[in-house]
C-alpha cells in the first residue's frame, strides 16, 4: 500500500501554541506545555500516522531574541529544523500583533522554497471578525501556500489541517514504525516531564535558568529508579526549588513521578537533588551535557 509522507517544521515565536498542537495532532504528550515563554528548547519529533499517510512533525523552540548561550542554541535549532521540511507551519495567535520578530522570521523561512502555511491560533478567544482581520494582516506580511484557523484546544480545524498537509505531501516511506509516537529517547522524555513541572510549580524568576540533569537511571524487573539533578544559576533559585521545609521540590518530585508512571507503564522512584551552576547558559560544554547537544542538529 502506498502512503504519502514527510517532514512538516512547527514553527513560529515563544508561546504560540506549537507543542500544543504537536500534543493534540498525535493525541498524546510528546511535548511539554506551560504558559510561559521558551518552553520548548530542543526539536521534538512526533510522528502522525493514519491509513494515508506518516506525517513527522518538528516541534521547535520559539525564536526570539538571544542574550545568552542557551538563546543562540535554541533559535539555531529552530531555524535549521527547518531546513530539513518538506513544508513549514508557520504560528501566529489570532490575539497578539504582528512584530519584527514575525517578520524577521517569514524572511528566513523564505529561503526554504517549500511550502509555508499560517496557521492562525487560539481562535476561541476571539470573534469571527477580529479573526478575518487578523488574517487580513497576515496576508500583507507574505504570500502563504495556505491559510487555517485552528484551536488547538477545542480541535477546532484540526483535521482539515492534516487534509491540507496531505494536500502538499507526496507518495514515499514509511519512515517510522506505526506505533511510534516521538524519536525522543526515555532520558530526554524523564528530563522534561520534571522540568514542566517546576515550570508550572515556581515563580517567573526560575523558568529560563532551570536544566535537568539525569544522574542515573536504574531499571529494575517492576521499577525505574531515577536519580536527576535540577540545576539553576544562584543560591537563591535553589531556595525557592526545594522550598518552605522542602515542600515544593517535594511536590515536583510527586507530580512528575505520577506523570512518569503513566506514560512509561512501570513503578517509578524518583530522587531529586538542587545544584547550583553559575551562568550554565553561557557555558557551551554545559549546555551539551544537560541534553541541549548542537551536533545533533
Not at 514553527?11 to 501554541?17: K, Y
Not at 498537509?165 to 532520558?187: A, I, N, R, V
Not at 535553589?238 to 512509561?264: C, D, F, H, S, W
Request: charged content about 25%; glycine content about 6%; overall charge positive.
Amino acid at each position: 500500500m502506498t502512503i504519502k509522507s514527510g517532514f512538516v517544521a512547527i514553527v513560529g515565536r515563544p508561546n504560540v501554541g506549537k507543542s500544543t498542537l504537536l500534543n493534540t495532532i498525535l493525541n498524546n504528550k510528546v511535548a511539554i506545555v506551560t504558559a510561559k515563554a521558551q518552553t520548548t528548547r530542543n526539536r521534538i519529533q512526533g510522528i502522525y500516522n493514519d491509513n494515508e499517510a506518516q506525517i513527522v512533525f518538528m516541534d521547535t523552540p520559539g525564536i526570539h531574541k538571544a542574550h545568552h548561550e542557551m538563546g543562540k542554541f535554541m533559535n539555531k535549532v529552530a531555524l535549521s529544523t527547518t531546513k530539513a521540511a518538506d513544508v513549514i507551519l508557520f504560528l501566529a495567535p489570532v490575539n497578539e500583533h504582528i512584530g519584527d520578530n514575525d517578520r524577521y522570521i517569514i524572511k528566513a523561512l523564505e529561503e526554504r522554497g517549500v511550502p509555508i502555511i499560517l496557521v492562525v491560533t487560539k481562535i476561541d478567544l476571539v470573534s469571527k471578525g477580529d479573526l478575518m482581520v487578523k488574517i487580513a494582516e497576515w496576508e500583507k506580511v507574505h504570500n502563504f501556500t495556505a491559510v487555517i484557523p485552528i484551536s488547538a484546544l477545542k480541535h477546532e480545524n484540526v483535521p482539515k489541517l492534516l487534509t491540507l498537509l496531505k494536500d502538499h505531501l507526496t507518495e514515499g516511506p514509511q519512515y517510522y514504525p506505526d506505533d511510534m509516537l516521538t524519536d525522543q529517547p526515555e532520558k530526554f522524555l524523564i528530563r522534561e516531564i520534571i522540568r514542566e513541572k517546576i515550570l508550572l510549580l515556581t515563580e517567573d524568576e526560575i523558568p529560563h535558568s532551570v536544566a535537568i540533569l539525569i544522574d542515573k537511571v536504574d531499571e529494575q524487573r517492576t521499577l525505574l529508579k531515577i536519580m536527576a539533578s535540577i540545576c539553576v544559576e544562584r543560591d537563591s533559585q535553589k531556595g525557592i526549588v526545594i522550598g518552605k521545609n522542602g515542600r515544593l521540590i517535594k511536590e515536583i518530585g510527586t507530580q512528575a513521578r505520577l506523570e512518569l508512571e503513566q506514560i512509561l507503564g512501570t513503578k517509578i522512584f524518583l530522587e531529586l537533588f538542587v545544584k547550583v551552576v553559575e551562568k550554565w547558559r553561557d557555558k557551551p560544554s554545559m549546555i551539551a551535557r544537560l541534553g541541549y547537544n548542537k551536533e545533533s542538529y
